[in-house]
């Protein structure tokens, strides 16, 4: 997985762009993202919308990994962790995001 640039729907804004990896497949035609903690973070403090990390073996989450939890309008997402290998040999901790409409921006 390489680190980019990405927006929602293709956005050009440089306040919507936002840095996440990928491994430049797509889904439905959209980029298949996945972000570290840090980036994550940043996307969502940027966004409408509260969102916490529950960390693992814990009371909150039973499960041996963290997960990112979204509260949107109309429901509450819960995101897994997963491992996430960069080019570089590095292996994060990575949130896929998926169903979202994001669009490689770096990409020609």
Do not use: H
């Not at 996307?43 to 949107?72: C, H, Q």
């Amino acid at each position: 997985m390489y680190k980019s640039k990405f927006s929602i729907d293709g956005d050009e804004d440089p306040e919507n762009i936002v840095e996440g990896y990928t491994d430049g497949t797509l889904w439905n035609g959209w980029a298949n993202v996945c972000f570290t903690r840090e980036q994550v973070s940043a996307w969502l403090d940027a966004s409408p919308y509260d969102y916490r990390f529950l960390e693992a073996n814990t009371k909150m989450n039973k499960r041996d990994y963290p997960v990112l939890l979204i509260y949107f309008d109309d429901r509450e997402e819960i995101i897994e962790s997963t491992p996430l290998p960069t080019d570089n040999g590095e292996i994060l901790e990575g949130y896929f995001m998926e169903g979202y409409c994001f669009v490689d921006i770096n990409k020609d």
